[in-house]
């Protein structure tokens, strides 16, 4: 199993920025992508940025050029730095960590709120 711990939601104005942090631990060795998902009250959960061991990257259309996934393997660590933030932009933002052996697996963290006032 993989746990996974978010950190870094909150309230911000619109405008503003904010850090999300998600941390990895438990088995671990065949995980290769990390990234970002969030679900929006009334809405699906929908991805919003992803990030292999070797630093590929996609985005969501709706964040590109304003969020940046980066991850420090060495910390298992994925982050999602979120400038120019909308009121569009809350939701519940969720941490994934997925497999690359047989299994492809999906793990998903407890998610932690951004809301984002006007």
């Known amino acids: 199993q993989v746990q996974l711990v978010e950190s870094g939601g909150g309230l911000v104005q619109a405008g503003g920025s904010l850090r999300l942090s998600c941390a990895a631990s438990g088995s671990i060795w065949s995980i290769n992508a990390m990234g970002w998902s969030r679900q929006a009250p009334g809405k699906q959960r929908e991805l919003v940025a992803g990030?292999?061991?070797?630093?590929?990257?996609n985005y969501s259309d709706l964040v590109k050029g304003r969020f940046t996934v980066s991850r420090d393997n060495a910390k298992n660590t994925v982050y999602l730095q979120m400038n120019s933030l909308k009121p569009a932009d809350t939701a519940v933002y969720y941490c994934?960590?997925?497999?690359?052996?047989?299994?492809?697996?999906?793990?998903w963290g407890q998610g932690t709120q951004v809301t984002v006032s006007s």
């Open positions: 994934y960590a997925q497999r690359d052996d047989g299994s492809m697996n999906v793990y």
């Open positions: 990030i292999t061991r070797d630093y590929s990257t």
